[in-house]
């Protein structure tokens, strides 16, 4: 049975804010609870995977059919928008633990570092929105490649700010910060239906970059083979899913 519009906006606002909650959750292990970080590294590997299948496979071609061949150009253009906010705002964050307090004491560092996570995380929202007005299948899959790096976001933007000598309220706060930007990417989303030709290819772009230069460099560090693997089973379990559903 085909699934209305307006049931595919409702899905968008409810996985929208269970995206956001997973920044929360993030900075919530990080604040009360411990969280090895073997764990953090298994969520980025399998998002790395994940993800990249998720905008090879369907949102670019997906993007092609709402904008033709200018559509490559908008996927260009989300990449590098990203590109620029991370190296103009946010170029002192890693994904993981922060532990280097000296990076990040100063009051304008902590500000733009957030400042380009929360840019970022809008983008998840920008996503799960576009992926949901295409289909429930495109919005469902965003939806989970974007909430494999929540947690991972959420983790890292608390440590920061706990590393730079605020206070917990202050940390589980910052991680509340980026889910709140990735409900106003969904709602925004939503609002601007018209603008779907541009919205989807430019989320594309961004979850390219997300997951070429933001997680796989993480996953890298770790040496040995189990993360090499955890890249392949996020590609595989999306593969997987395409072809049970017979999308």
Known sequence: MEITLSTRVALAAVLG???AGGNLLGGYFVVYREWPRKYLQYFLALGAGYMLAVALVEVI?????LAGERAFLYVLGGFF???LFEHILAQHFHFG?????????HHHVRTTVLLGLAIHTFFDGVAIGAGFLVSTWLGVILFFAVFLHKLPEGFTVASMVLASGQSK???VRAAGLLGAATLLGVVL????????????PISGGVTLYVAATDLLPEVNREPGWRM???VSIGVASMLILK????I
């Open 17 to 19: 804010i269970v995206a």
């Open 61 to 65: 071609p997906e993007s092609v059919k």
């Open 81 to 83: 928008l990203v590109h």
């Open 97 to 105: 633990e922060e532990t280097h307090t000296e990076e990040v004491s």
């Open 169 to 171: 309220k202050s940390a």
């Open 189 to 200: 989303t939503i609002q601007l239906q018209g603008q779907l030709k541009y919205a989807l």
């Open 228 to 230: 090499a693997l955890l």
């Open 243 to 246: 072809v049970i559903f017979n």
